[in-house]
């Protein structure tokens, strides 16, 4: 069946540092890839999205490109700031599939 | 807009008690969900309605059951509750296939 592998966590970095989240995945044909992030207390919301390879989503200064030769949908942001700090999950969903498969997720804390 | 509403945010049982969790979306949306999340195990699918009249089971169905009463409302039942459901339940509903989904604030429920 379809996974996703996401970096474990937690990952605490430094305000304006480089942030990667890596999430690779396993799905058969053609995937819609999703990265949702979550603030303490709220449930989840979605970051940005790609629905077919070499697709770069991108929102709030982050980006993620679908990479269908390595299955990857990594996520960066070049300068990270205080208010990114949540937990942040890859997500696939499968062609014509109504199921979401969710990674672990990826708590990020980031430190003036 | 309220989006999808949860009730309630909190709750406490004790083992082998029942309870249902109240979920509603005020978007039109044909899709609903209710996935458990679990410290180290991301979000996991209980039970998932494609369409108004239709029920299936995700990942972790055993100990739940639903309804969906129209399309705005899906519910979650647990019969017996058991120290093992002790999570936080978020419900989640999809307009298109394609388009991402939209979660609730999550119910937080411990059972003792």
């Known amino acids: 069946g379809d996974s996703v592998t996401q970096m474990e966590g937690p990952v605490t970095l430094s305000e304006e540092a480089f942030l990667t989240i890596n999430c690779t995945y396993t799905?058969?044909?053609?995937?819609?890839l999703f990265w949702y992030v979550q603030y303490p207390g709220e449930g989840l919301q979605l970051l940005l999205k790609?629905?077919?390879?070499?697709d770069k989503g991108s929102n709030k200064g982050f980006e993620a490109t679908y990479r269908k030769e390595t299955t990857s949908f990594h996520l960066e942001k070049g300068s990270v700031q205080v208010s990114d700090s949540a937990v942040y999950f890859c997500?696939?969903?499968?062609?014509?599939?109504?199921?979401?498969?969710f990674g672990k997720g990826t708590k990020l804390s980031v430190i003036p | 807009n309220a989006g999808v509403t949860q009730t309630p945010k909190f709750q406490v049982l004790k083992t082998g008690q029942s309870m249902t969790l109240q979920c509603a979306q005020d978007?039109?949306?044909?899709?609903m969900y209710w996935y458990r999340q679990d410290p180290g195990m991301g979000l996991r699918l209980i039970y998932y309605?494609?369409?108004?009249?239709?029920?299936d089971k995700g990942e972790v169905p055993n100990g739940y059951n639903v309804s969906r009463l129209n399309k705005r409302e899906f519910s979650l039942r647990l019969e017996s509750a058991a120290p093992s459901q002790t999570s936080v339940y978020f419900c989640?509903?999809?307009?298109?296939?394609?388009?991402?989904?939209?979660f609730g604030n999550g119910t937080r429920l411990t059972v003792t």
């Open positions: 799905a058969t044909g053609y995937p819609s």
């Open positions: 997500a696939l969903r499968g062609a014509g599939s109504y199921q979401l498969t």
């Open positions: 989640a509903s999809l307009g298109q296939v394609n388009s991402p989904l939209h």
């Open positions: 790609a629905t077919k390879a070499d």
């Open positions: 978007m039109n949306h044909n899709s």
């Open positions: 309605s494609a369409s108004e009249g239709t029920t």
